[in-house]
């Protein structure tokens, strides 16, 4: 083994953040009421257990304490992974579990622990884990995978998952382990002693079994092991392998060898066809494949029937703690027995953190035998394993014989199973790696891992360690993944000594606990240093004193982690004769108690015995004395500068050298008392300088940082005397400090030159220095270990500095980088560079000229990487030649470091340059990867990109792919603002130009980057009740606060103020309609008293008023539930609020209550039940179908006293309309059926039913059978259902088989439309309702159907109803109701004919509803009105109603909206005039023509149901006015009450198909005549007509205007249910058509407003809508939008189901239609009026209503309005407002940080106190990317986002002061261009500002060049090479040739032309 390992001198760091760690669990369980508690209590804590005196004492205690209780206590810790993001708060989660408790609980540094979870299970816990399983989706392939716990018990595994399912999987057999992978669950089967026993020789069984899911079966894991066996797959049967570790990435396995004391790795993954087929195969030869087919058998039947005598119960005496470490006890040979023994040999568990288990052998062994008698049964039983032993015989027909002998009676069922099928195996173990074997007897064999984990070291080193205690050293296995990634390859094995270790994952380390008990960190094999624990002693100084005559390390201190159990263990093996005595060789002593007691148990001080649990950078030291102490392990930097720079260095250097940079640095910077964040980098300066062999005393700025900061000794010692000279003494000092041979690895005398004389004389120049300015040359040492790789250095860290400058954030650390860089720069000679950093910073680079000397003969040593070129990468100036369009090579990047200069060189490539390959193919053109191996010295052919660059392709496909691209990288509008001003402009103008048309179907990030909010809303689902909460109700329309407290009962609170408000904005309706339909409150009851009446009879009057009046009140419900449809959602822990169904009155003037329940008149009985349920259906339909609705709400909901049970009822039926009630568990539904409540049993069954429409739905049918007697079979025992309830499930039939013309209940359907009345009385009342529900199902099953009713042309549907319509004879019963009827009723003489007052109504239906929309004309001409007068007078004018509105509908497409054609449904008979001398009946007459004229009505409403149908509405509406003046006729004359009735039902009919065609729209004139008929009380108008009104106001306003009705199938069918045209007379009148049946209108119902909400004020807005075959949000005011319906109709569904919502934003500037209707108050109004005048109009102050944008209205606040302290800068405010006005209305708020940042550029490059020049580059960026817009024409410029006369105006103004500038200092720039030496003063500084604006390349060596030029022409010819933009060149005309006085004027053109 390569015991390499790098070593550190003695260093030391210190550990932070001691805290005492106690499991939060334990805590819990003090506090957690079960059994186990108690013993808690009353146990002593470890430490005084341990510490009490001598082993006597222990011995004793023990007996007190039995071992098990002790031992049951373990846990786990792992950071927390609960959906938290990276960068959010980091927490640890903790597995603990106790006897029978588990807690899982959660905590971090901040904040408390808290209980997550807590479990008690039945029996003791054997383990808990956290575990993952798979679990196969349902839809598409990819697996969900479900976190969860498991908690193993003997006999079973429960598991929780996260979501909330438990499971419980029963174990087959004893289990010894559960491991989690990543596939799920692996077990390890418990050995028992009867396993050798039953074993046959060849086939033991298989030990390892997976369960992949908790409801999977536990199938055996097979393995593919290498070497001897190679290839062949067989069961995991080895007894002798343990399990000791499992992962899950990678997916690997490590076990233990208990017999060769090898360890192997094997990988798991799922099992391949072949090796299962292999597995299962039938053996070929008698003892052939590992497990045959029939032994598979067997295997299944023991697995799959657990006998009860083999269940693993019982836990015997060895207690099932987690991984019994008597692995081999059934072993036979006593030396292996107790080479496991005597060492503490330790057992991991499926986490490196849980405490070990074990036992002492001689239980255990008791155990073992004792279990192999049954208790029950003196022959020895098989147990259940030793069951499918036995089989494994009989793969051999000899094998038989021997078998029977055995006196057991399993053996004939083990015999008797062979056909059952095999378990198929899920998983296989291929092996990997297997340690070498240890040759030779001088190692002893090494004992079973007792720790095994994964760590990686800082260079991405990975390693598989694992602890082998008994030769104290942890085993370090390389490993790496290959190409494929799916095979790990293992190079080599390092050692090293330890005696418990631990990985700390976050910061790539692991701390190991050394023999002698110092805590070492490690990275990887690296030794990094010691670890210093305050408060902890080393324990190597008390012990290793006593102990002289030892010569390894001292066995004391390895006393592992349970160290009590381990003593114990101990003291046991000595209490028995142990077969071996001195195992481990010559020289190690078994230990004797003896000695146990004199070392041990000494009070000294603490030391740490083991660490465990670790999470991140912490760990838990267990102490010796019992206690544990939680540390933390600091980081490598915390710094982001520090680590960048770290992790560029690891990037490019060869590893072991990265190795050494990290470890130095780690050291230093970690030193005990180590330094405050703010010198961490002049720190990692000094440090990483020393490495490069620099002698940062001599330097002066990095003398400067030391006295920043107290680094070394000396200079902490000499800070009283900072001057710059220094002293040979000094300098001997130094040479001679501890710190100085610290920092250097070498010798200390090769930090000098050979000779001593070039010492004296640096030493002398050093003196000077202090007078003279030039700094002495100092000399690099050339032995320093990171000398060779400065120039790769240096170019790494100058691309990490170009980096920098690209994010606003990390600017600043830029400038602290340059210091570094230019030293670098100066003293490798590369002068570009160094003039790029001084152009950068000239403020800061003038400062510096000290430079290094490295000789000559040492700079070949150096290696030159062929990346490292003379001329500096700039990513501003390649930004730049970008924008000019000019070809520059690719630009060199750091993959993973210098992220942002990837992005934005490919931004530019792709949008500027409009290369569509920039992202994909042709990345390299662009950008130059470099990658660590580029070490060669020769330098490549430089690569210039080929010029062959497309025409721009369209711009705005190319800014999509912009966006979209960069959306999938990451990039958010956060990353935006922090790219420089002048960077970010392309993509903020590409940003610009996707908003105008964004594609519909973009993700919702891309929305957000284009800051189309309104997208990204729509994409959450989102209702308008969820956005109302963030809503202020600040609404002109609110209805007036009244003072009265029940305002808000009367349960239509839910309406969206908001929208109704802006559907109806002109008048108060909606509060209109609230009082019309207002129940809660009383009524008010006038009486005059006459002087005649007495006070008691006044008293009766005012009662029978206000019954009259609560004939209105008890109707209103109906209308309610329309009104306030879906326009609630419930909050699920509070009931739903049902208003009061209000019947009391109040008597004028005194407003005494009026009461029916007085007693003074006659009440009819239960008056009240049916309104009550109306009043609960109500309440219910305001639930929308996208609330949360569940089972227990429902539940809870239910009313706890009785006379609130009909109001549930039709909660009930509501939740069924809106499809909430499916959610209701059967079980509930069972429930409330078994109260036998009639109402409940209704409104549950049509509930039910129209929650399941048309699903045919077999467990409803069953429900709705049992309450049809016509379903039962006839034989069936009579159940007495109420005959509503009858009624409701024949309706319930019909809605469950809606459309699906089902055969057999169609045929029940159509003779129970003549059911007769049967002879007990039974089916005698209420008849018609029944046989009318019939009928509506029968049409609902057949719906539009027409003639094609497949299969049932024997049935003869159509003749049989009409049979019923027109009457004969009856037919006989046919097929199972035969029986029932055969006798006749008593009652009823009906004789055999059939009665069509009864079966018409539903007749006619039905063939309505069968041949709906067909057109079928031979039908509708049965239904046609009689043609003769003698025949008029058979029918009920009702059914003439009736049979009219059935003709029409089946005649649909001839229903014409107008007066002609209804009165074309008049017979010719009633329109003529008549002679008077005829007998004629004039009222039979007029009374025909009403009910045909209004079942026409009905058919026109139906045919235009929803459509707002002009032509059908003024139709209606003259209808019902002269319907209405010939009622106020027959008001005067005598006309009899059934005239008035007739009338009266006519015009109900026509106003609910008025409200049917304007159904939504809230039409005024509806409204009207619907209140003119609220307020008609008079005893005429009975319930119906009330009922029929208001339903007809709910319809107008259905869903508060959000609703409309649909004109499909289904909803014409439910409208016929609902609106069937004979009304209740009074409350309790069912008699005709069930009340219930009223409410299915809600089926017709369905979403059609589109509500635009405004995404940023998420209120409810105006916007213009184009629908064509699109939804487009069109105008000037909002983005635009659009829907495409042709491909995307799903999208507007679930649009319109959410509510409707629609989100848009309003554009920038512009004011919603609500308060600007004409759009004059706009900002871009302003400006159209007055063209300059715009801005100075526009008032900073108005700037809150044009635009919702915080940040502009604050910026407005603060910045635009004169204050105090801004008097004098008026000119600022003024450019400011402008900003502010100029960004509003380009709609591009984001620029206004842009036009600031351009304006403060200017302003202090005026003022002339710039320090840095990288505003002026984003100045240029900025001009280049407008010329380059300009250049293309005119045409572009609406693109371009700075677009106003500021750009111009302040291009003038740094034009200007350069300028001038020019002309006082042209000798500056002349001294520069020569390359002298420039003075350090403000000069310079506007220099740089020149140069980078001017964009002038590196002059040094163009000066000669320059110096020849005589004319314009020669400049003009050399400004191409080099490359100068001419327009700057001509700037530099007068410099260059003329004088310094020379004239501005050149060939007569004033220089300013330019």
Known sequence: MSEVVYEETATMIAAGELQSF?????????????????????????????????????????????????????????????????????????????????????????????????????SPVQQALWCNFAAPHKKNDDEEVELTVCIVQSSCVNVHTMTGKDFISPLPFQVSNVWATKFGLLMERKSTANDAHFSPPGEPLPTVFSMLHPLDEIAPVVCKPAGLFEGRVQYVSDSAMKIVFTCCQPSIVVSYDTVQGIHSVWTLRKVTHDERSTVLRCPAEPAGTPLGLMASGFLTSHLRNVSRHDSPGGTGPS?????????????????????????????VTSSPGTHSRVHSPSISNMAALSRAHSPGMAAPSFSGVARFNTSLHSSSPRGHHGLLASPNSTINETVLVPEMEPIIPDLCMEQLWSEAVTAGSNREMSSQASKVFLTSDLCENHYLCFLVESHQQLRCVKFIESNDTSQLIFPSVTTIPAKDAEPLQSIDAMLVLEACGSLVLYTGITRVSKVFVPGLLSPSFSLTNHLPHRST????????????SRHLQRLDEDAMPSPVTGLRGPNIKHHDASFLEDYTFQPATPYINALRDPVCNRVTLELSIGTMLRISIPEIATSDLVRKCLEAFRFILPKEAAMKVSVKWYNIYNAPGGPSAHTEWSLFVTCFMTLMGYNTERLTWTRNLHFEMPLSPVIAAKKARPSDGGSDEDWDYLIGSHYHRQMNFLPVATSLDASGNSTVTSETEGLCAASSPPSPSLKLDSSAPLFPHIPALFYVLHLLYQELQLDELQRARASSLVCLLQQLARDLQLEEYVDLYWRDYPSIISGFTESCLIDQALICQMQRPSFLRPEPPCVFSWLSSCLRGEESPPFPYLPGICQRTRLLVVSYALYVIGDENATSTDVSKYLAKLSAGQKSSVTEPQIRRQSSVKVMSSSENLAEQLVVWLTSQGFTLKDLESVPFGVALPIREAIYRCREQPCSDWSEEVCLLIGRQDLTKQAHKMTLAKSKASVSSGLSLEPPATTEPDEEEDGMSDIVQEVTGLIWSQDLRVQEVRRLLQSSRPVRVSVVQLPEVSDHEYIEEKENKLLQLCQRTMALPVGRGLFTLFSYHPVPTEPLPVPKLNLTGRALPRNTVVDLNSGNIDVPPNMTSWPSFHNGVAAGLKIAPASQVDSAWIAYNKPKSPELANEYAGFLMAL????????????????????????????????????????????????????????????STELDVPHNVQVAAVIGIGLVYQGTGHRHNAEVLLSEIGRPPGPEMEYCTDRESYSLAAGLALGMVCLGHGSNLIGMT??????????????????????????????????????????????????????????????????????????TLFLLDFIKPEFLLLRTLARCIIMWDEILPNTIWVKSN????????????????????????????????????????????????????????????????????????????????????ILLAMSMVMSGTGNLKVLQLCRFFHKRTGGEMNYGFHMAHHMALGLLFLGGGRYTLSTSNSAIAALLCALYPHFPAHSTDNRYHLQALRHLAVLAAEPRLLVPVDVDSLKPCYALLEVTYKVKVKGPRYWELSVDLSKETQHLKSILSRDGVLYVKLRAGQLPYKDDPQGWKSLVATTVNHRSSGVKAFKPEAISTFTSEPALVSFAELFCKTSEGMKHREDTLVLFSAMLYECVTQECPEMLPTYIAVEQAVSALRRGDLLQTFPLWQLRLVVELWDSRMQRGPANRRDTLLTSEFLPVMKNAVDATLDSWLKENSSVLRTYMKGEALSKDT???????????????????????????????DLLLLSSQLGIPLRDLLRLVPVLLGSASGPHTLLGFPLQAF
């Open 22 to 122: 106690v499991p939060f669990g334990r805590e819990h369980c003090r506090n957690h009421p079960n059994a186990f508690n108690l013993q808690l209590r009353e146990l002593q804590p470890a430490s005084e257990l341990w510490a009490s005196d001598g082993a006597a004492g222990l011995v004793g205690s023990l007996q007190e304490v039995s071992l098990q209780e002790r031992e049951r206590e373990f846990w786990q810790l792992r950071k927390g992974c609960k959906g938290v993001k990276e960068e959010d708060v980091e927490f640890e989660e903790e597995l603990y579990a106790a006897g029978n408790v588990v807690v899982w609980s959660q905590g971090s540094r901040a904040q408390a622990s808290s209980v997550y979870k807590a479990f008690t299970v039945d």
């Open 319 to 347: 207690g099932h703690g987690l991984g019994t470490g008597t692995s081999a006890v059934g072993s036979s040979s006593p030396l292996h027995y107790s080479a496991l023994h005597s060492h503490q040999s330790r057992i």
């Open 553 to 564: 390390p001292v066995e004391t201190v390895s006393t592992p982690a349970n160290a009590g």
């Open 1216 to 1275: 069924g309309l809106n499809g909430h009630l499916t959610k209701l568990a059967t079980l509930n539904i069972h429930d409330y059926l078994t109260k036998g409540h009639e109402m409940t049993s209704i409104g549950l069954l049509l509930g039910v039913s129209s929650a399941k429409l048309g699903t045919m739905d077999m467990s409803i049918t069953r429900l709705l059978g049992i309450h049809i007697p016509a379903l039962l079979p006839p034989t």
């Open 1354 to 1427: 024997d049935l003869n549907v159509p003749e049989q109803l009409y049979q019923y319509m027109v009457g004969g004879h009856r037919r006989a019963q046919a097929g199972a109701n035969r029986e029932r009827h055969k006798s006749p009723s008593y009652q009823i003489k009906e004789g055999d004919t059939i009665n069509v007052d009864v079966t018409c109504p539903g007749a006619t239906l039905a063939l309505a509803m069968i041949y709906l929309k067909t057109n079928n004309r031979s039908i509708a001409d049965w239904l046609k009105p009689p043609d």
């Open 1466 to 1549: 008049i017979p010719q008979i009633m329109r003529g005039t008549f002679d008077p001398s005829e007998d004629i009946n004039m009222e039979t007459m007029a009374q025909a023509q009403d009910y045909i004229t209004a079942g026409a009505c009905l058919a026109l409403g139906l045919r235009f149901a929803g459509s707002a149908n002009s032509d059908a509405f003024d139709c209606l509406y003259s209808l019902a006015r002269t319907h209405m003046t010939i009622m106020s006729f027959a008001g005067t004359a005598a006309v009899g009450a059934h005239t008035f009735y007739n009338l009266q039902t006519c015009l109900s009919m």
């Open 1883 to 1913: 000069q310079s500084i506007m220099l740089a500002c020149f140069l980078v604006y001017r964009s002038i390349p590196y002059l040094k060596n163009a000066h000669t060049q320059l110096e020849g030029c005589s004319s314009l022409g």
